[in-house]
């Protein structure tokens, strides 16, 4: 397994399991089942409503809290007590700290988002969390963070595959040392479903979700596809092998629409 360092000197599995949808019942098996195959990375958040879930799967594997990296965010309603977010979100988990705290969305119109930053900082040093990032943030987000605090977010979880490269932002979060973690890696598996994709799968004999996480990984993004599949968990897993040449890497660069799956973080949800 591939770690990326952060900024702050911790280190995260640049592969894992994302959670979104995914409920309690079925998540704390497949938690279970990716830990088994290697998987040391899980992504949740309380707004998924799976918190327990995950916090079952990850002691039913036996794994040791410090050999599993843990995310979860701070969901816009929570914005106000961003402490009393962050220990139900403990408590639900059955864990003493996460490893990842995000914001989960910036909503600006309401104009908070930089105070939540600074609570956030907080709550790292109290160490209820080792690391903190932000999620879904444009460059003039990420730049009104550097006016209130001299730290910067570790990351930024953003909508970002091919068909939407969100390359703007991933310029910008490169420049500033803060690392990339794509949401929607597979484009909600509608990226599968690309020429370009299925074209290099067939030639190097890998499956398209292959490609598509392969693809990531070159990049130096951080990726967590989301699956309920036992065997798509582990062809997902198994995509750490797959090499692409710099062609396919460029041919794949080539896919970006510009088009969202989700929401504009300027509008969503306001
Ligand atoms: N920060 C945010 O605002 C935000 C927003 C959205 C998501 N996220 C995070 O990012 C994670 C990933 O994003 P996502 O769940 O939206 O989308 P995704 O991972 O791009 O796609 C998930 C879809 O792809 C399918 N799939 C998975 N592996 C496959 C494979 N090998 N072959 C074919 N289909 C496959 C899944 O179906 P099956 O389950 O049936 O396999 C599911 O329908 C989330 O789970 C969540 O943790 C964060």
Avoid at 41 to 52: L, P
Avoid at 112 to 120: D, E, F, I, M, R
Avoid at 126 to 150: E, K
Avoid at 242 to 262: C, F, M, N, W
């Amino acid at each position: 397994m591939s770690n990326l360092t952060f900024r702050d000197g911790h280190t995260i599995p640049q592969l894992g399991l994302g959670t979104f949808r995914t409920p309690d019942e079925v998540v704390g098996p497949i938690v279970t089942e990716a830990l088994r195959l290697g998987y040391r990375h899980i992504d949740t958040a309380s707004a998924y409503q799976n918190e327990v879930g995950v916090g079952q799967g990850l002691r039913a594997s036996g794994l040791s809290r410090e050999e599993v990296f843990v995310t979860t965010k701070l969901w816009r309603t929570d914005m106000d007590d961003p402490a009393a977010a962050l220990e139900t979100s403990l408590e639900q988990l059955g864990l003493d700290w996460v490893d990842l705290y995000l914001i989960h969305w910036p909503m600006p119109t309401w104009g908070v988002y930089p105070q939540v930053w600074l609570k956030l900082i907080e709550l790292r040093d109290r160490g209820l969390t080792r690391s903190v990032g932000v999620s879904n943030f444009h460059t003039d987000y990420i730049d009104a963070l550097a006016q209130v605090s001299d730290e910067a977010p570790v990351v930024n979880q953003v909508e970002l595959h091919p068909t939407f490269s969100n390359s703007q932002v991933a310029e910008h979060c490169r420049r500033r040392h803060i690392a990339i973690e794509s949401w929607a890696p597979l484009g909600k598996a509608q990226d599968l479903e690309q020429p370009t994709v299925q074209r290099i799968a067939q030639r190097i004999g890998a499956s398209p979700a292959q490609v598509v996480i392969a693809w990531h990984l070159a990049k130096g993004y951080i990726c967590m596809p989301k699956t309920v599949s036992f065997d798509r968990l582990k062809e997902n897993y198994e995509a750490l092998e797959v090499e692409l040449t710099a062609q396919d890497v460029a041919d794949i660069d080539q896919l970006d629409s510009g088009q969202r799956i989700g929401g504009d973080p300027a509008t969503h949800g306001v």
